[in-house]
């Protein structure tokens, strides 16, 4: 067990100074995969498989500061995910969470971090709440486990994505297993989806894309264009949203594509009751 200040975690997870003197937590695997984990806003910033590569994007413009969400990697979304009476995607992903479990299972290291309800949450939705997330590392895989508990005494209400950024190079990017679906295209105006059906086998990014996907398949596969096949499934994940903001972000765009796991229908909590819902990533 390695000690870091008064705390002892498990083998292959330690906590250091990342960017701008915010405390992370570096999971490292035997197999050679590691990665990087922020207690701000409980986001993946860092995913490398064992050949070094990182598989995950962080935009040029994010910020460490602890003021701000970072703007990239695997940000949560919750308990809002689009547009709403809180600040867009909520505030999860701009709180600091805390350890509460670490633990190696042959080898591979994972965690668990945990949110609770305080003032400031309070300041814009007025329940109590526990937001539990566990992060495990994997030779050739990222898996994660979020629950969501009501901890009061009257129901609530949310949504919630992971609103997951991959290293790609556009123009080769394509992503298999969303034919059929439902789709919610943002694309002219967001506060007015035109509603659809998604007929293509294999869907591309050509141009600004901003699509949610409802009843999507429990599996999906992108190809990042880079050389790259990464499979993201997931359990209790009921849609999926894509989005690349072209031109709008000229100093990145062509550099990462956002594949995220979502829940987009309003769900309800009664006092006591989880959801729970997974999510891994793996490149094949």
């Known amino acids: 067990m390695a000690s870091v200040g008064q705390k002892v975690y498990a083998p292959g997870v330690a906590v250091s100074e990342g960017n701008g003197g915010l405390p992370k937590i570096d999971l490292k695997s035997p197999h050679g995969s590691e990665a990087e984990i922020y207690l701000f806003g409980a986001c993946v910033t860092s995913w490398k498989v064992p050949s070094g590569k990182d598989l995950l994007f962080v935009r040029p413009d994010a910020v460490f500061n602890g003021q701000k969400p970072i703007s990239g990697g695997i940000p949560h979304c919750f308990p809002q995910f689009g547009p709403g009476t809180m600040q867009q995607h909520g505030f999860a992903r701009n709180m600091n969470w805390s350890i509460t479990d670490s633990e190696a299972n042959e080898g591979d290291p994972a965690v668990t971090l945990e949110l609770k309800d305080d003032s400031y949450s309070r300041s814009m939705w007025d329940f109590s709440f526990q937001a539990l997330y566990k992060v495990a590392l994997h030779s050739t895989s990222l898996s994660t486990t979020l629950k969501i508990t009501n901890t009061d005494d009257k129901p609530f209400s949310f949504n919630s994505a992971l609103h997951s950024y991959f290293s790609a190079s556009i123009s080769g ?63 209790n994940w009921s849609d999926a949203v894509l989005w690349n903001p072209h031109l709008q972000m000229e100093a990145c765009y062509k550099d990462f594509v956002c594949v995220e796991n979502a829940k987009i229908e309003t769900l309800q909590l009664g006092p006591n009751q989880s959801w729970v819902a997974e999510q891994k990533i793996e490149l094949i």
């Not at 943002?186 to 989806?193: H, I």
């Not at 009843?215 to 050389?227: C, F, I, Q, V």
């Open 173 to 235: 990017v394509s992503v298999k297993g969303l034919k059929g679906c439902k789709t919610l295209n943002k694309d002219p105006d967001p506060k007015n989806p035109l509603e659809g059906k998604e007929e293509r086998e294999e869907v591309t990014f050509p141009g600004f894309v901003d699509c949610i996907y409802l009843g999507a398949p429990s599996e999906l596969t992108l190809d990042n264009g880079l050389g790259d096949k990464i499979v993201i499934s997931n359990a």
